[in-house]
Every structure is written in structure tokens, then in C-alpha cells.
């Protein structure tokens, strides 16, 4: 019995090399990336695109295996994409950012990338979060490579500093997180998650600490000074007002309102009737915590959102304790947040008249579908490196035997909808690329943890601290390292 498990096993895996395989984007005759999905049953619409949120879940499984060539390509060309120019057209992209993805356009014989920044895609979004993986998928892939001399060129140097830029410019708000619209990130969609979401909160973080790492100090010290100032105060920032566990339901609970001046406890006016605060105390275990949703004037939403506080994990944004208690609650609430698929993306599901005013009555995001509640395979490897980092690998490896059970018969799904995950999404792709990688990557890593550092800043072997701050802008030798 146990033989033929494995059997099957491999023949997932297998299946899942060769799906991966085919999801490779050729341009020039190099490969440069993977499509969002290869499901010749539905309209591809933008699912033939290559995401760049997406490919990064290709992109550490192929340099997980040596594969680097792939990723360096798509880092190049990706970084041409990069708008250089102030732009005075507000229908144009801002400087700095980098699309939510692209693709080959053949005219005449010559091929060319066509990239979105948004002004195609459904609903005209905005994908902040592309500019931070870029730069986190950089930093990984100067781990991989254990070679520097990429990020030293002066057109990387150029595009990291334009990021940073874009990001640590001052805005309306005098917060150390980033302000941005709906669905600016993995969930691109009206989803009520305006202005400072976790999501992008974390990946910010995490592009900010791969950004100090790489940047060369000299000619750049405003930048560097700018991200000394900032790293500090967005760490605090979020550890202090987006933590949930029960002590601070209770702190929250007999929160004051209205309070004004520098001896306000309550900072955000948050009005306790708008805490489902029964409900969590009914949910929250008395070990469990985690980083709610969005914290800004008189709001804080309480939905578990998964990307926000497993990456929060994995990049050390989370204490140490507040990472035992993320793993604790997903743990002790296994059924909630894992069930019959991990993982989901988000808990609860905004039902009934919620639904309809803060999702704006979208189909696609019904209860415990899709965005609102729905479980998304991906998710398995940021749970896996989560787990290794606080040390409950027994956690990721329950959640990958349940995915390996069905996900390579049920065609590799977008999505799983459902309390628990046991619906095939209702309009979720087939062969959708991330679920492969997410699943292949989870393996990879359960199976051999020292690919950890390619997302995680745990100490690093000497070759591998970066030097960035002995030398010059275009003093180095990008062919050497
Ligand atoms: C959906 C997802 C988004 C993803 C895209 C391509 O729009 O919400 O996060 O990048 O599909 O897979």
C-alpha cells in the first residue's frame, strides 16, 4: 500500500515537471518566463500572460534546481519593462513600477514584450506588489547563484533605486506603510482591502531588507538612509498595531474612542462595534495570534489573510513569538484555514449584504470563492518555508499529503472553493502554473530546507553577505563576482 502511495507520488510529481515544463514562455528563442495557466478548455483572456507575482513561484523552483538561466533572463527583461522616465500623463505608468505582467507579441516576423501595468487588466488595478517580488526574486536569485555582479550592474543598481524611489516617496499620509488602492496585489480585485493591506505591507518589508542587501552605498546614501529610517518603523508599526491574540482582543475590547492627542491609546479610533469581537473570541486560540488584514482611520480588518502572515513569518517581520502563534492558530484551526486543500487565502468569507457592498456584488467572489475565502494551492509553499522557519515541518508536511491526494487528478486548479476546499473553483484554470510551482516548491523545500535563504534572511554563509557598501556604482566588474 505504502509503495504504491509513492508511486503515485512520483507520478504526481512527474506530471507536475512536465505541466511546468510546458508553461514556459520562449522569447528570442530564450526562455523568460512561465504563463499564468495552460488550459486549452477556457478563453485564455490574460492567463497566457506571464505574471510576474506568479512566476516567482516558477522562478525559486527553478533555481531550486540550478535552473538559473530562466530566471536571469526574465529579471533583464523585465527590468527594460521598467518605466525610466518621470511620466507627466496620468494614463501612463509611474516611474519605477514594473508591470503585473506581460507578453511575446509577434509583428512582422520581430518579436516584442507587451507588458500591462494595469491599464488592461479587469478593473484597470494597480499591481503595486510586482515592483517588491522583482526585487525579492533578485535577491534569490543572487542567493542561488551566489553572484552579486547582476544586481551590481548600474542598470540593476538603476532599477532598485527607482523602486525604492516610488516606494519611499512622500505621500498624504504620515504612516510608515504604504497606502495603496484595491486589489494591488495577489488578490486583484475590489476586495475591501484598501489602503495599508498586509500583503503589501510584508512584501514592502521584505523588498526593503533585500534592497539594503544589494544596493551599493556609495551614490546612493539618501536611498539607504531612507530605507534605514523606514525598516524600523514599518517593523514596529506592524508588529505593534496589526497583532491579534486574545490579550490584545481584550486591550481592544475596552478600547476608548475619540481620544485626541499624543496620549491616545486607541491611535486608529477604532470603534470596537465594528470588531466581530464575539467571534474571535470564539476563534482565536489561547496560543494562536496573527497580523490582521488592514489597520487605518477607525478601521481594522480582522480577516486572516494568509500571504501577509506567512511571508510575514518567513522574512522575520513577525517576532519570533508572533510567529509560533501564526503557526499555533493555523495549527489549532486547521479546519478553517487548511481543511481539504491548502490554503486559504483569506478567512473568513465576506457574506450577505457585506459581500454585495464591499466586493460590489462580484460573481466571482461569492462567499468562500475565488478572492473572498477560497483556497489557493500556491499558498503550499509559503505554509512549507513558514514551517521549516518556526520549526513545525510536521505542519507542512500533513498539508502537502492532502494537496498530493487530488491536485494532479483534479488538473492543477487556479483555485478550490468551499469551507473547506473541496470545490474545484467555480471559473478557477486548470494547469495554472503557480499551483504547480507552489506544489513543486513546497516538496523541494520540505525535502531539503537549505533553500530557505533564497526567501528568508537567516544568517548567510560569508560569500554570500553582501560587500555592497565597499564600493562604487560602476566600479565593479558585473562578470566577476
Ligand atoms: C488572478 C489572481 C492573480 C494572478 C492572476 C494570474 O487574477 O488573482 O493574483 O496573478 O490571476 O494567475
Redesign the pocket.
Known sequence: MQIENLLTDENTEKAAWEALEKSILYYQGRPIGTV??YDESVEALN?DQC?I??FVSSALIFLAKGRTDIVRNFLEETLKLQPKERQLDAYKPGRGLIPASFKVVLDNGEEYLEADFGEHAIARVTPVDSCLWWIILLRAYVVATKDFSIAYQPEFQNGIRLIMEICLANRFDMYPTLLVPDGAC????RMGIYGHPLEIQVLFYTALRASRELLICKGNQDIVAAIDNRLPLLCAHIRQHYWIDINRLNAIYRFKSEEYGKAAVNLFNIYVDSIPYYELDKWLSRKGGYLAGNVGPSQLDTRFFALGNLMAIISDLATEEQSQAIMNLIDERWDDLVGDMPMKICFPALEHEEYRIVTGCDPKNIPWSY?NAGSWPVLMWMLTAAAIKTGKVHLARKAIEIAEARIGEDEWP?YYDGKKGRLIGKQARKY?T?TIAGFLLAKELINDSSHLPLVSFDKLPPELVSRACEFEIGSVDPHSS
Do not use: G
Not at 495577489?186 to 480585485?189: E, G, L, P, S, V
Open positions: 499564468a495557466a492567463y505574471f507575482r506568479d495577489m488578490i486583484d480585485r478572492h487556479e495554472q503557480w
